[in-house]
């Protein structure tokens, strides 16, 4: 079944907006050694879409994956979901926001222990309740508001304001407009999309960067009756639990407490009452091995 030209025209305009995230994502994927998957072949996935699969084995199509060891022919482990979305009218905004929770979520808690950068690219008409509740999720959201569509577009020649009178007609002079931009003209247009949304743009990447580069700094580990130790890798954590021989006739143990901090000041705390809780607690925070998508 053909598409009306009013969701062409809206397909254009999603199409617009990933085509302007896009570069600025492949050259913070080169600065910090990342892969960034998108929609399109890749050799290690079937089919275009890029999908992972959460922990229930639920599939979400996403628009942009970072990855740590990543390649055309390996798939890494997630650093980052972004997804991008357009709205053009209020009452859609909340849904959207809904569905994006329902996508982004379910998949950083099947990695939380890689603790993935959740981001958010919305353009369009958004309410701010719709943002907030992204926001108090832990999503950073870069947003770029409905009249910068507008100018954007009128950038390049075409009228992009429409509201629910707009007819069909004139929808289709849009759509046989954008077809007839060369690729200059059509790179002018996204470039054009952000112009005004630099440092927004900018605080999107800080957030995205402090996400990335969090390691662990150290992990303290403490026998309540004994001194603590500090190991530098959660592998050299569990051989400190693992080797601990602490007398329990002469000096019970009543609990390990271990930390896990952060080199971005993030901090993770524990406190177990034997040993095999300790380990596990610890290997939950190391590398594990992807969920196939």
């Known amino acids: 079944m053909a598409q009306s030209p009013a969701h062409q025209f809206g397909q254009i305009i999603g199409d617009v907006l990933e085509a302007a995230i896009l570069p600025l994502l492949e050259g913070f994927a080169a600065d910090h050694g990342l892969y960034l998957d998108k929609k399109g072949s890749r050799p290690c996935r079937p089919g275009r879409k890029c999908s992972w699969r959460d922990r229930h084995g639920n599939s979400h199509d996403l628009d942009f994956v970072l990855e740590r060891g990543g390649t055309s022919d390996a798939i890494g482990m997630p650093a980052a979901f972004i997804e991008c979305a ?29 603790a993935p950068f959740k981001g958010v690219v919305l353009a369009g008409v958004f309410t701010a309740g719709a943002i907030s509740q992204l926001e108090s ?131 993770v705390r524990g406190s177990f009452s034997d040993k095999s809780a300790a380990i596990e607690f610890l290997k939950s925070y190391q590398p594990v091995l992807p969920i196939e998508p």
């Not at 209020?90 to 950083?108: M, W």
């Open 137 to 267: 999720l832990g999503f950073a959201v870069l947003y770029v508001p409905y009249e910068s569509i507008v100018e954007a577009f009128a950038a390049v020649g075409i009228d992009a304001r429409f509201d629910e009178t707009t007819s069909d007609r004139s929808f289709a002079q849009r759509v046989r407009a954008f077809k007839r931009l060369n690729s200059a003209r059509r790179t002018e247009l996204t470039q054009a999309l952000l112009k005004k949304h630099s440092r927004d743009v900018a605080t999107f990447l800080t957030s995205l960067a402090n996400s990335v580069s969090r390691q662990i700094e150290r992990v303290i580990v403490l026998a309540l009756h004994g001194r603590s130790a500090e190991a530098y890798t959660i592998d050299d954590a569990i051989r400190l639990v693992t080797a601990y021989s602490g007398d329990g006739r002469q000096m019970p143990i009543e609990r390990f407490e271990i930390e896990i901090r952060f080199n971005n000041g993030d901090s």
């Open 86 to 114: 357009w709205r053009r009218y209020t009452k859609h905004s909340r849904n959207k926001a809904q569905e994006i929770q329902g996508a982004l979520e379910p998949l950083a808690d099947s990695y939380r222990n890689l």
